[in-house]
């Protein structure tokens, strides 16, 4: 017997909520440490908030484009170009395009956005707000009735903090990249979108590979690309962030 959402424990759906959100959580005050200038709070959570927003309609964009993917075996395609496509089109660009979205529509036209790292600590927060709704569906399963509430506990923990190190991380370090091709953009003298264009394709790129490493390749490829992928946008991001933080005007896009 299976426990559903109607007859799930209140306790369970709190547990879920609780570990599905704090890896954002500590990700978020972890980064907001590193302003210099804070941000208005309210404009922080309005961008946290609809990050997580945009996970809904993300959710719904990829179960389509998945249904029409699944027509492309009739064309007789290689299997592993389908798991390109699915990787890195149906999941990575539609996430990182939706964050991306969230900073363009809320803060573009915003006084509050006056330097360049605002773009790179927005984008980071919209990415957290995603990957907070998305870390919640993630743990939230029907679960059997037999499995003790420790059980459960354990296993939620277990998944949080892999998610903390692994899927919530990746997502604020994309859309980081992607928030410092934007910064770049925005500096007076720059022009076009062809910043913008790379940005994301960029994050694409990486945020697919990531996935599609972990899914698709086989040990011991499966562990040590992904890591070696976060490694390079870590270091990457630093030496961004740094020079970034030298530039104190910018241009609204």
Known sequence: MKIGLAN????????????????????????????????PKRMILEVFLLGMLSTI???FLQLGLSFMLKGFYFLYLPPLLIEIIKWFVVIAFTEELFKYLVVRLTLFKSKELDEPLDIMLYMVVAALGFAALENILYLFSPVENIISFGAIARTTITVSFIRFIGATFLHTLSSALLGYFLALSSIRGIK????????ILLATLLHGWYNFSIMVLSYPLNVVFPVVTVLALVVFMIYDFNEIKKIKSICKI
């Open 57 to 59: 309609p993300v959710f």
């Open 192 to 199: 076009g979108v062809k910043f913008t264009l790379l940005g």
């Open 8 to 39: 799930m424990p209140f306790y369970y759906l709190l547990l879920y909520f609780a570990f599905g959100i704090l890896p954002s959580l500590i990700w978020l005050l972890y980064y907001l440490a590193k302003d210099l200038h804070p941000e």
